[in-house]
């Protein structure tokens, strides 16, 4: 179809393929394998690790260079045919096009008005590279025997796309012959721009990254030598709308809800405008303190774990719902950890954890916040660079693409640290003025409903405590309570709460009140609230 397919096989500098003997390429594997599956290196030696393993890498690129697969032409000649094999396959082709975007590379630009929710995009699935398809391939044979293979979808691919590539006949080249021929990622990285990602919080996740990928690679190299939404209707990927498009707007894809470090590492860019950028920071309650034990068991009747990672984010409040509750816990004294054990209403306490409009004494607020805005003044310290010398360092001329998302990412990191102390004096002060005011302190009574609260809508969990009459029709007063429910939160919060089950046992607790349990599920996660 089409054009005629023009492959060639890349010339190395002299004209002349490289010529390498399989003992001395299965030695440099092996080498690389050994060193790619040993024990993790002690702490601060992980940069050693990884200049050795990438040392073994390029030994290894050098010596294959000139056996590659590759097409002549740029891309962009390619795209005629791509559009041309869609529209043949029965994919949608109108309302869009292939059009390069300055500074962002190659997207789709809408050639006519696309309405919110509108569906613009489908293609079919014989279309799609799947892990099936592999299977179906001349691949087949070794996903049947190989069990790491089976295990991991991506390699899969990666191997099938791969083998569709050096064949002249795949029904898929069309579509490969217009991927790039590199990426952004920090893969693709010089070891002198990975350098600029030192001490920040993604550097631990780029060099997992890169020692994982080059065992993989030594493992299938030995091996060898001896996934949008779906509708199951149509047999079709389909992409809808999530905002209104203009004629020649430039339309996006929604990757979720990544950090600016996500993005940097499994995308190869790094979003301005993130408005879900955060940073991570591990916290645990010491088994060695003497509350342990009842830290520990207030956290758990509250669903936390004693010791987790959790986020700093750049919006404000600049924590979540669990990570204030955690503080707070971890902040208590013992006569204030007895009341949420064994005090009035300590079960129904427990759900005010994560509500800031429920502290727990004033005191307690000035220490988590305290707290918080030292550690992060800690984190910030562990940075060779200060968010000048980075603003600085952006400004110059010359800069590489690599480096300047390193270090737009390390920036990022910075300014997220250096608002969390912000935040954190703020709130300290706000706190010791309440205190010394002598201010009451809000008290959370049984009838109250509330939500609490989370940087990110998706996360917030209504907490209902609803008197029932002994008395009276349960039904309407069920319904009554999810109607209820279903008008709480903001930013789209009650949307995203579906009832599955409502069960009421009707017993009476002795004080008039009967009890009602409401499950819902919200994405991969259940919640049993029970009604009162």
């Not at 500098?13 to 594997?29: F, Q, Y």
């Not at 250096?418 to 300290?428: D, F, I, N, T």
Request: with cysteine; net charge negative; charged share 25%.
């Amino acid at each position: 179809m089409g054009k005629k397919s023009r492959v060639k096989t890349q010339k190395s500098g002299t004209g002349a393929m490289a010529v390498v003997s399989p003992k001395e390429m299965m030695n440099l594997i092996s080498e690389l394998l050994q060193k790619c599956s040993s024990a993790a290196p002690s702490p601060g030696k992980e940069w050693e690790e990884y200049v050795q393993i990438r040392g073994l890498v390029e030994k290894i690129r050098k010596k294959q260079k000139g056996i590659s697969v590759i097409f002549e032409g740029s891309r962009e000649e390619f795209f005629p045919e791509l559009m041309a094999w869609a529209q043949e396959s029965g994919a949608s082709c109108e309302g869009f096009e292939i059009s390069n975007f300055a500074g962002e590379g190659f997207g789709l630009r809408a050639t006519k008005d696309i309405k919110a929710e509108e569906l613009f995009l489908w293609i079919p699935r014989k279309m799609l590279m799947t892990v099936e398809s592999a299977k179906n391939s001349v691949l087949g044979p070794l996903y049947s025997q190989d069990r790491i293979l089976q295990a991991m979808g991506n390699v899969t691919l990666a191997l099938h796309l791969l083998c569709e590539r050096a064949d002249p006949s795949s029904p898929w080249l069309p579509y490969i012959k217009t991927l790039p021929g590199d990426y952004d990622t920090p893969l693709y990285y010089e070891e002198e721009e990975v350098r600029h990602l030192l001490s920040t919080q993604a550097i631990q996740d780029v060099l997992s990254q890169y020692k994982n990928t080059a065992r993989q690679y030594a493992y299938f190299y030995k091996v060898i030598q001896i996934t949008t939404g779906y509708n199951l209707e149509d047999d079709r990927c389909e992409c809808v709308a999530l905002q209104d498009y203009k004629e020649n707007d430039q339309i996006y894809i929604f990757y979720g809800t990544r950090s600016n470090a996500e993005f940097v590492i499994h995308n190869g860019f790094f979003f301005q405008e993130n408005a879900h950028d955060r940073v991570k920071i591990k916290l645990g309650v010491s088994k060695s303190e003497r509350l342990y034990a009842m830290k520990a068991e207030v956290l758990a009747r509250a669903g936390i774990p004693s010791s987790s990672i959790f986020a700093l984010h750049c919006s404000d409040p600049p924590i979540s719902a669990q990570l204030l509750a955690f503080l707070r816990v971890f902040c208590m004294t013992e006569e204030e950890l007895k009341d949420y054990l064994v005090g009035e209403h300590a079960i129904n306490k427990i759900f005010t954890l994560g509500n800031t409009e429920f502290p727990v004494s004033w005191d307690n607020e000035i220490k988590l916040w305290t707290f918080l805005g030292t550690r992060a003044a800690l984190l910030l310290q562990t940075y060779k660079t200060s968010s000048q010398d980075d603003q600085c360092a952006l400004e110059k001329p010359g800069l590489s693409l690599h480096s300047r998302v390193a270090i737009q990412l390390r920036l990022a990191e910075k300014q997220i640290l250096e608002r969390v102390v912000a935040s954190g004096k703020a709130k300290r002060l706000h706190f010791q003025q309440q205190q010394e005011e002598g201010a009451p302190l809000p008290r959370y009574e049984e009838s109250d409903i509330a939500l609490l609260e989370n940087a990110e809508a998706d996360d917030k969990l209504p907490i209902i405590l609803r008197k029932l009459e002994e008395e009276g029709d349960d039904q309407a007063a069920v319904e009554q309570v999810l109607a209820q429910v279903q008008q709480l939160g903001h930013g789209g919060a009650a949307r995203d709460l579906a009832p599955l089950i409502v069960n009421g046992d009707g017993s009476n607790n002795g004080r008039g009140r009967r009890w009602f349990q409401v499950h819902y599920c919200r994405w991969d996660r259940k919640k049993e609230i029970r009604f009162k």
